[in-house]
């Protein structure tokens, strides 16, 4: 049974460029959470979300961030217009409906934006 | 709201025992974890603990709960190298995120 997957493990942008996250959750898992992770920090809050539905947003800033977890397919976080601000390991955990509490991280996207 | 403290650094020899502490100010936490992050790596999930148990043991792991005190501490027995790392503690905050801690580094000398 495979873990968490995240890609890509290691994405540089330049500012002003789009960022794409993937996480692909454990088997059997249906609810997906974003952390990040600033250098020297703890994981944040981002967002937890379902198959199609967005439960939780509000660890995530207001403007040039969203994310989806279509029926089909893997969770996107996205990032737009990235700033050297948002250079951090961004974190994705899972879990079954049923076992919320128990959350599965993946390997993490580590993001640096030049 | 909530918030979770830890130390920031310990260092022990290869063969003692580790205590790493932390403390959360939500006290309608239900559960409480511990996980290890080892360099350039996800996290891992170690052990977690009920709010209800004052005491959990997982081969070298133990994990006491203070819930008066609000304090949670992780001891691991006869410490390897393999165990340096940074360990978090996070509780389960509104909603089912969880709330970290800013990890405590621990290093292991042998």
């Known amino acids: 049974n495979a873990g968490v997957m995240q890609n890509p493990r290691h994405l540089v942008r330049r500012r002003g460029q789009e960022a794409r996250l993937r996480c692909s959750p454990m088997k059997g898992h249906s609810h997906v959470y974003w952390y990040r992770q600033l250098p020297e920090e703890g994981l944040k809050f981002m967002v937890y979300?379902?198959?199609?539905?967005?439960?939780?947003e509000s660890g995530m800033p207001k403007e040039r961030f969203s994310a989806e977890f279509p029926k089909e397919g893997p969770s996107i976080l996205r990032i737009q217009q990235v700033v050297r601000g948002d250079s951090a390991a961004y974190f994705c955990?899972?879990?079954?409906?049923?076992?919320?509490?128990?959350?599965?991280f993946g390997p993490g996207t580590r993001l640096t934006v030049t | 709201g909530e918030d979770v403290e830890q130390s920031l650094f310990l260092s022990v020899r290869e063969g003692d025992s580790s205590v790493i502490n932390c403390t959360y100010t939500?006290?309608?936490?239900?559960?409480l974890y511990w996980y290890k992050q080892e360099p350039g790596a996800g996290l891992q999930l170690l052990t977690y603990?009920?709010?209800?148990?004052d005491m959990k043991q997982d081969q070298r792991l133990t994990v006491l709960l203070n819930k008066k005190d609000k304090h949670l501490s992780l001891r691991i027995a006869d410490t390897q190298t393999g165990d340096s790392a940074i360990y978090f503690c996070a509780e389960v905050g509104e909603g089912n995120k969880l709330v970290f801690g800013a990890g405590t580094i621990l290093r292991v000398k042998s």
């Open positions: 939500d006290s309608s936490s239900t559960y």
């Open positions: 603990i009920f709010s209800n148990m």
């Open positions: 955990a899972s879990s079954r409906p049923e076992q919320g509490l128990e959350q599965y």
């Open positions: 979300l379902q198959k199609e539905n967005i439960i939780d």
